[in-house]
């Protein structure tokens, strides 16, 4: 069983940054691809960028391209979302889900255990 824990989500200016951090608990955290997702009042939660075992490989959401930043320390059981250059569209709940074995990089479903997901509000 794996618990993962977000925090550091908050209420920002637009063009502001926040950096969001997930704990996750277990001792086999290095081999688990992880991934960000988030989910808007009234939408479908959506992939925002995910991130191999060894960091060795990331993806991005076009949305979020050239803004945020995914990154893991796999001696802490940590991965984080550096989130810069923020826009109101980027208010959602946002989520760390861990996947175990092959999971599509951008399918909820795939994903084996998730957060509890940390507000983040961007106005304007």
């Known amino acids: 069983q794996v618990q993962l824990v977000e925090s550091g989500g908050g209420l920002v200016q637009a063009g502001g940054s926040l950096r969001l951090s997930c704990a996750a608990s277990?001792?086999?955290?290095?081999?688990?691809?992880m991934g960000w997702f988030r989910q808007a009042p009234g939408k479908e939660r959506e992939f925002v960028t995910a991130?191999?075992?060894?960091?060795?490989?990331?993806y991005y959401a076009d949305s979020v391209k050239g803004r945020f930043t995914i990154s893991r320390d796999n001696a802490k059981n940590t991965v984080y979302l550096q989130m810069n250059s923020l826009k109101p569209e980027d208010t959602a709940v946002y989520y760390c889900?861990?996947?175990?074995?092959?999971?599509?990089?951008?399918?909820?479903?795939?994903?084996?255990?998730w957060g509890q997901g940390t507000q983040v509000t961007v106005s304007s």
């Open positions: 889900a861990a996947s175990i074995v092959g999971a599509r990089i951008g399918v909820p479903s795939d994903y084996d255990y």
């Open positions: 277990g001792r086999t955290f290095s081999s688990y691809a």
């Open positions: 991130i191999n075992w060894n960091g060795g490989n990331t």
